[in-house]
Structure formats: C-alpha cells, structure tokens
C-alpha cells in the first residue's frame, strides 16, 4: 500500500510536470524553427516594432511601448537558438545567432535613424530606465524563458503566455535606447543599454535551453558524458560572467 508521503509526492510531482502535456518533438521543433524565421514578414514587423518603441520611449508612453514589444518577433530568434543547443544541431545556433545578429544590426540601425531625425532629444524616464540593468533584470529574463519555452511546447497552440513573456522581458526597447545613445552620442548609456538587451537575450536562451534539455528533445548526435560536461560548464560559465555586472551595478547604485 502506498503511503501518505509517497502518495503526496506522486501529486506534486503531477501538478509541476513540463511534460503532462507536451506536443510531439516534431511539432515543437516545426514551431520553434518556423518561430525563429529572419526573413520575410518578420523582419517587416520588426522594423515596424521598432518604430513603435522608438516613438514611446521618445514621448514617454508606457502603453506604446507595450505594444511594440507585443510586436516583436525577436524571442523566437532566441528560442530556436536554444532548440539547436538542446538537440546538439550545430547547424541551426549557428544559422539562426547570424540571422539574430543582423536583426539586432537592423534594430539599433532603425532606431537610430529615428532618433536623429526626430526633434525631441532629451532621454525621457522610459529611455533612462533602459540604462542600468540589475540582477532583477537576470530573474526577469530566467523566468521568461521557463515560461516562453513551455508555452511553445505545449499542445495547446493558442495560449498567451509568448506576448506576456514578450512584455515582461522587454528585448525590443534597450535596442531602441542604443539608437537613441548613438544618435545622441551617448555611449556610457549605450552600453548600459546593450548590456541589458544581452542579459535578457541570454537569460531567456539559457533557461530555454534547460527546459528543452528536461523535455529530452532528440538529439541530432550523440554527445559524450565529457562533451556534455563541457558544455554544461561553458554555459554556466557565461552565465556567471554575465551576472557579475548586475551585481555590482544595483550595489553602487543602490
């Protein structure tokens, strides 16, 4: 017979499975690939998404820059990045990190372009508030990829989960600042800014990667222990390397 405490562990490991209701590996890998396109129709909306955010950090409006973070398609850059990393295709983090390069070249290329031609010139509140990442911003980001990833690999398509974790973790607006700053030859703030896009972008590729390595998506080789020990640590590396500074910064500015 089953007792109380086993039977109450069986529940809880239940009610926090990843994997209840997971949708084939197939279907997840068509979803996060096709998710991740550069081309065509995403790069329209991006250039539109940074526009939006452009203007509302430009004017200070907070719902404007919801919006265009609503719009942008750069998580699924990041999620099929981590795709790749998890099932040991070198091919697809490779080709999808040059397709992110050019969208981020592209993003802070529009922004700037807006920045130098738009009359308003003092860095509002929003602007300021893209400058100085902390560890918040680290737990932000970790949480978003959990919650990103999971909600692409469910299979139930339609959910909200992506355009909240869009919001949460806010990748398009420290693009915008990094126009702003170039525009403005600002570059302490610059990289401030860029420094808070990257901890977002590798926070939420991080935490993906985890998931989609719990989940066991399949493996297009075989990695040996010591390979995958390898591996392991060179994340971890880089992700203490990229925590540090948040750490210092909320010391000396709190």
């Not at 096709?34 to 430009?58: D, F, P, R, Y």
């Not at 040991?88 to 983090?93: C, K, L, W």
């Not at 600002?186 to 800014?193: E, I, K, N, S």
Request: aromatic share 10%.
């Amino acid at each position: 017979m089953i007792n109380k405490h086993e039977s109450f562990s069986a529940l809880l490991k239940h009610m926090f499975s990843i994997s209840e209701d997971t949708a084939s590996h197939n279907e997840i890998r068509e979803r996060l690939l096709s998710g991740g396109k550069i081309s065509g129709t995403n790069m329209v909306i991006m250039i539109c998404a940074i526009l939006i955010a452009s203007v509302g950090l430009n004017t200070d409006s907070v719902a404007v820059i919801i919006g265009a973070m609503l719009v942008s398609p750069l998580m699924g850059t990041i999620l099929a990045i981590a795709y790749g990393t998890a099932s040991a295709n070198i091919e697809i983090p490779r080709k999808f990190g040059i397709g992110f390069a050019f969208q981020i070249i592209v993003s802070v290329a529009t922004a700037t372009l807006y920045f130098l031609i738009s009359p308003e010139k003092t860095a509002t509140a929003q602007i300021l508030a893209r400058t100085q990442p902390s560890f918040f911003d680290v737990i932000i980001a970790s949480a978003g990829g959990i919650a990103g990833i999971i909600g692409q690999t469910r299979q139930d398509k339609a959910n909200n989960i992506i355009p909240g974790v869009a919001i949460a973790t806010a990748l398009m607006p420290p693009l915008c600042t990094c126009g702003y700053s170039i525009a403005n030859g600002q570059w302490a703030m610059l990289a401030g800014a860029f420094y808070l896009f990257m901890v977002n972008a590798y926070f939420i590729f991080f935490s993906a990667d985890i998931v989609l390595t719990v989940l066991q998506i399949p493996k297009v080789q075989e990695l040996t222990p010591e390979q995958w020990l390898v591996r392991k640590h060179k994340m971890v590396r880089n992700a203490i390397i990229m925590i540090i500074p948040t750490i210092l910064l909320g010391y000396f500015v709190y």
